[in-house]
C-alpha cells in the first residue's frame, strides 16, 4: 500500500509510520516528494500517473471544492480526512489514531474503487465514507 501525507499534516507521522511499516508499505509526506507550493490538483494528477494511493489529509476542502473534488473522485487515490477534532488535535494523538486506524485503512485500499473519500474519526475504529 502507498500513503501520502497532504501539507497540512506532520511529515514527521508519515516518516515515523514509513520507518515502521518499511517493507510492507511506502509511507510518503507531500514535502518529501513535491514542492510545498504545489496545488492539489497538481499532485493528485501527478500521483494518479503512479497508482492508486491511500491519501491521508486534513484538507476537507478536497472533498469540497468542485474542480479538486473532480480531480481526486477521478483518480485511483483513496481518501482519507481528518475529522475537524482529529485534525486539530496534538501530533501524538493524530498518530496514535492512524495506527489504530490503520487497519481499516489497509482494509479499505484493497476493496474500494478510486476516488473513494473517507473520514477519519477521534473515537471510532471504523470509517465514515464522504458522500
Same mark, same amino acid.
Given at each position: ?72 473522485? $477521478?483518480?485511483?487515490?483513496? *481518501?482519507?480526512? +481528518? ?5 486539530? =488535535?496534538?501530533?501524538? %494523538? !493524530? ?13 479499505? $485500499?484493497?476493496?474500494?474503487? *478510486?476516488?473513494? +473519500? ?5 473515537? =471510532?475504529?471504523?470509517? %465514515? !465514507?464522504?458522500?
Amino acid at each position: 500500500m502507498k500513503v501520502f501525507f497532504d501539507h497540512n499534516l506532520s511529515p514527521v507521522i508519515a516518516r515515523a509510520l514509513n520507518e515502521l511499516f518499511k517493507g510492507q508499505h511506502e509511507v510518503v509526506a507531500l514535502r518529501d516528494k513535491f514542492p510545498r507550493t504545489i496545488s492539489d490538483i497538481d499532485w493528485i494528477t501527478a500521483l494518479d500517473r503512479e497508482g492508486r494511493w491511500i491519501i491521508i489529509s486534513g484538507d476537507r476542502r478536497i472533498t469540497r471544492n468542485k474542480a479538486e473534488q473532480a480531480a481526486f473522485r $477521478a483518480s485511483k487515490h483513496i *481518501g482519507m480526512f +481528518m475529522s475537524p477534532g482529529l485534525f486539530k =488535535s496534538p501530533v501524538v %494523538k !493524530q498518530a496514535e489514531r492512524l495506527l489504530a486506524l490503520w487497519p481499516s485503512i489497509k482494509t479499505a $485500499a484493497g476493496i474500494v474503487q *478510486g476516488g473513494a +473519500m473517507f473520514e477519519l474519526s477521534m473515537s =471510532s475504529l471504523k470509517l %465514515k !465514507q464522504i458522500k
